[in-house]
């Protein structure tokens, strides 16, 4: 009972995910031949809503539904490792017609060969923790 909230927030993401239409992998390939604005559209109002929350959460200095204060750290700008992880993530959206979000709502959408992505994600996830200390950061 005490995660209940947050399995009904998954629902509702999955919800406005299927309704919205970005696990649909004609519009992920739509975006990608750069023939539609849909996925771009989405995209940017994210990125804008998630900016303006980001400087919410530090302006009034909120905190967690549990009470503890959120700590948003700077990170070290670095554009070789921001280049080669957004070719990696772009790579594999494309391959996968997912991005990490959409990959469960599709499982619930009965895609159930997306458990093989995850299943790739998790292994991937798996090999950068070991292979952490020995990459550039």
Not at 27 to 33: D, L, P, S, T, V
Not at 61 to 87: E, H, P, W
């Given at each position: ?11 509702l993401?999955?919800i406005?995910m299927?309704?919205?239409e ?16 849909h ?7 994210t990125?804008?809503t998630?900016i ?6 530090k302006r ?8 503890d204060a959120i700590?948003i ?8 490792r921001?280049?080669a992880g957004?070719?990696?993530f ?12 959409p990959?469960?709502?599709?499982i ?6 997306f458990?093989?992505?995850?299943l ?5 996830t798996?090999?950068?923790g070991?292979?952490?200390d020995?990459?550039?950061?």
């Amino acid at each position: 009972m005490k995660y209940i909230k947050y399995c009904l927030l998954g629902i509702l993401f999955g919800i406005i995910m299927t309704k919205s239409e970005v696990i649909s992998w004609y519009r992920i390939q739509e975006m990608f031949r750069f023939q539609s604005f849909h996925m771009y559209g989405v995209i940017g109002s994210t990125v804008a809503t998630g900016i303006i929350i980001i400087q919410l959460i530090k302006r009034l200095q909120l905190k967690t539904i549990s009470g503890d204060a959120i700590d948003i750290k700077d990170k070290n700008s670095g554009v070789v490792r921001y280049l080669a992880g957004g070719i990696l993530f772009g790579l594999g959206w494309a391959l996968s017609g997912a991005c990490p979000g959409p990959m469960f709502t599709l499982i619930g959408n009965g895609y159930t060969v997306f458990i093989v992505v995850i299943l790739s994600a998790v292994l991937g996830t798996y090999a950068y923790g070991l292979l952490r200390d020995k990459l550039p950061h």
